[in-house]
């Protein structure tokens, strides 16, 4: 079953720190890159960090670098987000999705299976 399934989430104060993880129990994860999205109310959907199928390169956005970090345990089949310094701004729905990794990429255009996603709010 190639489903990705999101946890972590929750209620924060602002500062504060949260893990995410995006298990994908009925895929061989080493094949595929993850992207992590969030949607924010009355926003689109935009993509905030990537990761390729051995873990070895990330790429993010500018509005989480240097306080949310992507990374991977294919062993466990689970991809991580971790975020800290959390601002209101990163109140939204967030979600994984995989893409099969075929040319090395970090992050790809199209990501075929998504998650439905966990809800983070930042607020005091």
């Known amino acids: 079953q190639t489903q990705l399934v999101e946890s972590g989430g929750g209620l924060v104060q602002p500062g504060g720190s949260l893990r995410l993880s995006c298990a994908a129990p009925g895929f061989i994860l080493d094949y595929y890159a993850i992207g992590w999205f969030r949607q924010a109310p009355g926003k689109e959907r935009e993509g905030i960090s990537c990761?390729?199928?051995?873990?070895?390169?990330?790429n993010y956005t500018d509005s989480v670098k240097g306080r949310f970090t992507i990374s991977r345990d294919n062993t466990k089949k689970t991809v991580y987000l971790q975020m800290s310094n959390l601002k209101p701004e990163d109140t939204a729905i967030y979600y994984c999705?995989?893409?099969?990794?075929?040319?090395?990429?970090?992050?790809?255009?199209?990501?075929?299976?998504w998650g439905r996603g966990t809800q983070v709010t930042v607020s005091s």
């Open positions: 990761i390729d199928s051995s873990g070895d390169s990330t």
């Open positions: 999705a995989a893409a099969r990794d075929r040319w090395g990429h970090v992050c790809y255009t199209e990501y075929p299976y």
